[in-house]
């Protein structure tokens, strides 16, 4: 598959750190295609799900999910994916025929994480997802970014929602109340920062670590594409 009109090239950004990580490990990319080739065959046969894993050497794919994206383009199956390596843990994201959705190029997106970052300077207890390498060519994109562990903020907020139903006028109601409020708050003041930018900026998109209180944003979209060079 090729864009249209040659419209689109390859596009590589990296962190330093993937950078020399990829240096020193030149195995690391050529041990993920294979064991991505593993899962995205097995999906394709129907025999994989979330969970599935495969293994080798010093790395570990496990398949999250099939990618929602993978409907709205054409090619083989887009996948979410937990890759362990060494004592590391990353978030791949793969989506076939990129250009179909131009929203969602790797190299973009990289790029829109450390804009976004910047434009949250200030705000206590928020990062963007920690992005290491963002790849487009004509016909997949991929994302990197470090494993992040949290729950879905959208999630979080329904469970106290419920718990204020569930438990109406008690004590754990009156704290669920208490808690979703400053949540709300919070986001809205870290969406006022962002929506003018980037689309995408939800609840949907974003983890909240209730221990810690931090929320991390992904999945945001520059609202006009970004210039970028090769890296």
Same mark, same amino acid.
């Given at each position: 598959?090729?864009?249209?009109?040659?419209?689109?090239?390859?596009?590589?950004?990296?962190?330093?750190?993937?950078?020399?990580?990829?240096?020193?490990?030149?195995?690391?990319?050529?041990?993920?295609?294979?064991?991505?080739?593993?899962?995205?065959?097995?999906?394709?046969?129907?025999?994989?799900?979330?969970?599935?894993?495969?293994?080798?050497?010093?790395?570990?794919?496990?398949?999250?999910?099939? +990618?929602?994206?993978?409907?709205?383009?054409?090619?083989?199956?887009?996948?979410?994916?937990?890759?362990?390596?060494?004592?590391?843990?990353?978030?791949?994201?793969?989506?076939?025929?990129?250009?179909?959705?131009?929203?969602?190029?790797?190299?973009?997106?990289?790029?829109?994480?450390?804009?976004?970052?910047?434009?949250?300077?200030?705000?206590?207890?928020?990062?963007?997802?920690?992005?290491?390498?963002?790849?487009?060519?004509?016909?997949?994109?991929?994302?990197?970014?470090?494993?992040?562990?949290?729950?879905?903020?959208? +999630?979080?907020?329904?469970?106290?929602?419920?718990?204020?139903?569930?438990?109406?006028?008690?004590?754990?109601?009156?704290?669920?109340?208490?808690?979703?409020?400053?949540?709300?708050?919070?986001?809205?003041?870290?969406? +006022?920062?962002?929506?003018?930018?980037?689309?995408?900026?939800?609840?949907?998109?974003?983890?909240?670590?209730?221990?810690?209180?931090?929320?991390?944003?992904?999945?945001?979209?520059?609202?006009?594409?970004?210039?970028?060079?090769?890296?």
């Amino acid at each position: 598959m090729t864009s249209p009109e040659g419209q689109f090239s390859k596009r590589l950004r990296r962190s330093e750190e993937f950078r020399q990580l990829t240096r020193e490990h030149p195995e690391m990319i050529p041990l993920f295609k294979t064991l991505e080739a593993e899962i995205i065959k097995n999906i394709l046969e129907g025999k994989a799900g979330a969970g599935f894993s495969v293994e080798q050497g010093n790395m570990q794919a496990i398949l999250i999910n099939q +990618s929602g994206e993978t409907d709205k383009n054409s090619g083989p199956p887009g996948a979410y994916f937990k890759v362990l390596f060494e004592d590391q843990e990353f978030f791949v994201k793969r989506i076939p025929g990129y250009y179909e959705n131009q929203g969602s190029l790797g190299a973009h997106e990289f790029d829109s994480a450390q804009h976004a970052q910047e434009m949250l300077d200030g705000i206590e207890n928020v990062e963007v997802v920690d992005f290491q390498m963002g790849y487009h060519d004509e016909e997949k994109t991929y994302f990197v970014s470090k494993w992040v562990d949290g729950i879905s903020l959208e +999630s979080y907020e329904v469970e106290l929602e419920t718990i204020m139903t569930n438990e109406a006028g008690g004590e754990s109601a009156i704290t669920a109340e208490a808690e979703l409020l400053e949540l709300t708050q919070r986001f809205r003041n870290i969406r +006022s920062r962002l929506i003018h930018d980037f689309t995408d900026v939800s609840p949907h998109n974003a983890l909240y670590n209730p221990p810690s209180k931090k929320i991390t944003i992904f999945d945001i979209h520059p609202r006009k594409s970004l210039s970028i060079d090769s890296n």
